[in-house]
C-alpha cells in the first residue's frame, strides 16, 4: 500500500542550529514529493516540491530537499533554524495523473531561544 | 482576499444538528478539495472535484455531503455527525494542467466540534 513515513513526531532544537526532518515514501513507482508547513490555526503552505531533475530541490524560507531514490526518502533541511519556523512539517506524495495527495503524520518543530 | 477561504473558522454543532461549511477560492483554480485533520492521523483526503465533476470520493460516510456548484466555490454538508467527526476541516485547490503535479493552496480551515 502506499504510504508516507514521517518517523519523527516531535522535534526540538534550539535557534541557529541546523534542521532535518526525515520523510520516506512507499510507492510503486516515483511519485511526486512535496513539504507543507502548518503553522497554529492555519492552513498548509508549500515549502518545496520535487518532479525530476536535480535531486536536491531548494524551497522557500530558507529550506531545501534532497530526494535519494535508493532510500525512498526526501528528507528536509535547513542550515540554521529561525524561532518563526516553529510549527508542523508535512511530507506529501503524489502520482502523476490522480489526486490522490497522500500526506504523512506530520513533525512538530519547536524551536528554542 | 486571501486565495483560499473557509467559513466558518470554528462550528460546534449537536449530533441532530445540519450544518454546512463553505469554501472559496479566488485563485482560478479547476480543482477542489476537502480534507480531515485529526490529532495524530494523517491529513484524509474525503473529496475532489475536477471542472465541478466530482474524481474522488474516499469512502467517506454519507453523514457528509459534498457541493460544487462552480469552480470557485465549494461545501460540504453535515447532518447527524458523530463526535469522532470532530477535527479540522481543510479544503484546498489547484490547477489541473497536470493531475498530481500541482501543488495544493489551502484555507485555514474549519474547527468543527460534535457534541
Known amino acids: 500500500a502506499q504510504s508516507v513515513t514521517q518517523p519523527d513526531i516531535h522535534i526540538t532544537v534550539s535557534e541557529g542550529a541546523s534542521l532535518e526532518l526525515r520523510c520516506n515514501y512507499s510507492y510503486g513507482a516515483t511519485p511526486y514529493l512535496f513539504w507543507y508547513v502548518q503553522s497554529p490555526g492555519q492552513g498548509l503552505q508549500l515549502l518545496l516540491k520535487y518532479f525530476s531533475g536535480d535531486t536536491l530541490v531548494q524551497g522557500i524560507k530558507g529550506f531545501e530537499a534532497e530526494f535519494k531514490r535508493s532510500q525512498s526518502s526526501f528528507n528536509l533541511r535547513k542550515p540554521s533554524v529561525h524561532w518563526s519556523d516553529a510549527a508542523e512539517y508535512f511530507c506529501a506524495v503524489v502520482l502523476s495523473g490522480t489526486y490522490k495527495y497522500i500526506f504523512g503524520t506530520g513533525t512538530r518543530l519547536k524551536v528554542l531561544a | ?115
Request: net charge negative.
Open chain 2, 1 to 115: 482576499e486571501t486565495g483560499v477561504t473557509q467559513t466558518p473558522r470554528h462550528l460546534v454543532m449537536g449530533m441532530t444538528n445540519k450544518k454546512s461549511l463553505k469554501c472559496e477560492q479566488h485563485l482560478g483554480h479547476n480543482a477542489m478539495y476537502w480534507y480531515k485533520q485529526s490529532a495524530k492521523k494523517p491529513l484524509e483526503l474525503m473529496f475532489v472535484y475536477s471542472l465541478e465533476e466530482r474524481v474522488e470520493n474516499n469512502s467517506v460516510p454519507s453523514r457528509f455531503s459534498p457541493e460544487c456548484p462552480n469552480s470557485s466555490h465549494l461545501f460540504l454538508h453535515l447532518h447527524t455527525l458523530q463526535p469522532e467527526d470532530s477535527a479540522l476541516y481543510l479544503c484546498a485547490s489547484s490547477q489541473d494542467g497536470d493531475p498530481g503535479g500541482e501543488k495544493l493552496f489551502f484555507g485555514s480551515g474549519t474547527q468543527l466540534s460534535v457534541l
